[in-house]
């Protein structure tokens, strides 16, 4: 699947071959242009009207029109909105998304929105808009399909018509992995960190991959980084935990991959330890007995963390 800005040309116009695709990807839906009354007639698309319609749509600076293709085909085109015009509205929309109805049911309409998805996360957005026509019952199993939740009911400012305002939360996808360190006598070694969003809290030495990095290879690299520690072996996986949270603004679902490994009790060392801790947030850290860990007076992460190592200890299937 490939997303592409809708090319002009020099005068601003679609050229006519695209503009016949267009043409042809409108006129396939007929039921939806019946419901939406975008065209004077759902059983007479003109190309004229397609151009109009679309030429309007970019007269905002704020709207883009990127046309889907699979395998060289034109197979949907989706009109997105950076702003909205009600400045208590902080998120941007989709405006209008058009899938080949002869290509129903393979998947290019999801492909379609989770790359839109993407773009705007690539921007720093962190949730998006769109309304359904409270006509368009299919349009709405659709969307709430693909996570949007139905926030409002209003009419729309084009046509007045009745519509469901539907919005996502978006997120960032983070692989990440951590190392429980335990001691001779099994205490496990935590940071405490602290951020805006998050609060204070305690976790594992650890964080996210790096691009072509095994989760194996991310658990040292991230022990080493930031314990200065290159002497232990990374033993089996104890979990992987998978959760939400909020990271320089952005929403994050992360997966840990969490590794077992055994060394001496000691603290962090090297000269680059205290800049390490300081951009990422780290107050502090020691080792907590298992007594400890069972009831922290502050939140550890994972919270199963006491029980997981309980387990790992009696040899237990984790």
């Given amino acids: 699947m490939i997303l592409e800005s809708l090319p002009l040309t020099a005068d601003h116009d679609i050229p006519a071959p695209l503009l016949t695709e267009l043409t042809a ?42 046309l889907a293709r699979a395998e060289g085909r034109l197979v949907g085109v989706v009109i997105t909105l950076a702003r909205h015009p009600d400045p208590a509205d902080p998120d941007p929309w989709i405006g209008l998304l058009v899938v080949d109805a002869g290509r129903h049911g393979e998947g ?7 790359g839109v998805e993407d773009r705007f996360r690539g921007d720093g957005r962190t949730a998006v808009r769109l309304a359904v026509l409270d006509a368009n019952p299919k349009g709405l199993a659709f969307w709430t399909a693909l996570g949007y939740e139905v926030i409002d009911h209003r009419s729309d400012r084009q ?28 205490a496990v070694f935590l940071f405490r960190y602290s951020n805006a969003e998050d609060g204070v809290h305690w976790a594992l030495p650890g964080g996210g991959l ?5 989760p194996a290879q991310g658990a040292l690299r991230e022990l080493r980084e930031e314990t200065g520690w290159e002497d232990l ?9 998978e959760h939400d949270f909020v990271r320089m603004r952005t929403h994050v679902h992360q997966r840990d ?25 780290i107050l502090g850290a020691r080792w907590w007995s298992r007594e400890e860990l069972h009831t922290p007076a502050e939140p550890v992460w994972p919270p199963q963390l006491a ?12």
């Fill in 108 to 114: 290019h309409g999801r492909r379609i929105v989770e």
């Fill in 25 to 66: 990807l409108y006129a396939s839906n007929r039921e939806f242009q019946a419901l939406s009354g975008d065209f004077p007639d759902p059983d007479d698309i003109r190309p004229e009207q397609v151009a109009r319609a679309l030429a309007e749509e970019l007269a905002n600076p704020d709207v883009e029109v990127l």
């Fill in 307 to 318: 029980q997981l190592l309980d387990r790992f200890e009696s040899g237990d299937e984790v």
């Fill in 233 to 241: 072996v990374l033993g089996p996986l104890l979990c992987t935990w």
């Fill in 210 to 214: 790096e691009a072509e990095e095994t």
């Fill in 257 to 281: 991959h969490i590794y077992v490994a055994r060394g001496p009790r000691r603290e962090p060392v090297g000269p680059h330890i205290a800049a390490v801790h300081a951009s990422d947030g």
């Fill in 159 to 186: 046509l007045g018509r009745a519509c469901a305002v539907l919005r996502k939360q978006l997120r960032r996808e983070r692989p990440a992995a951590r190392v429980a360190v335990l001691d001779p006598d099994g």
